[in-house]
């Protein structure tokens, strides 16, 4: 089982790369991936490079710094109650960074990473967020 899932795996990795290299060819520069991305709700994420104002990404090492799209991704089937509260949080949160650090947050650069790390260090998301 694990195989069929390692060569799933290998596949989609593939057509990514290969869709990848298709938008550099066309567009003529490797920043064509970053922008937009619609989520599951249909919603649009931006995922550009940060700046510098970002402290999530100065604070830590390089690989952090890859676009969003190269990180390993994690797929989490968790109950509808707490999916909504890890929504309004995020709300909360965002409204607040927004206020501070006059840049919105990113759920999958900036907010899931520090709820995992806050999870595993004992530390509270507000602190690893600076807000």
């Not at 919603?43 to 830590?60: A, H, K, R, Y």
């Not at 089937?77 to 409204?95: C, G, S, V």
């Not at 206020?99 to 507000?126: C, F, M, T, W």
């Amino acid at each position: 089982m694990s195989e069929d899932r390692q060569e799933r795996s290998d596949r989609l990795k593939q057509r990514f790369d290969r869709d990848r290299d298709a938008n550099e060819d066309n567009d003529g520069n490797d920043e064509s991936e970053e922008g937009t991305a619609t989520a599951s709700d249909g919603s649009e994420n931006d995922e550009s490079l940060p700046t510098g104002d970002n402290p999530i990404v100065d604070d830590q090492p390089d690989e952090s710094k890859t676009p969003v799209k190269d990180r390993p991704s994690v797929l989490m089937y968790l109950p509808e109650d707490l999916h909504t509260e890890l929504d309004i949080r995020f709300d909360e949160l965002n409204a607040r960074y927004k206020r501070e650090h006059d840049q919105p947050l990113e759920k999958n650069r900036d907010y899931y990473p520090a709820v995992i790390k806050a999870s595993l260090e004992g530390k509270d998301v507000k602190d690893i967020l600076d807000i």
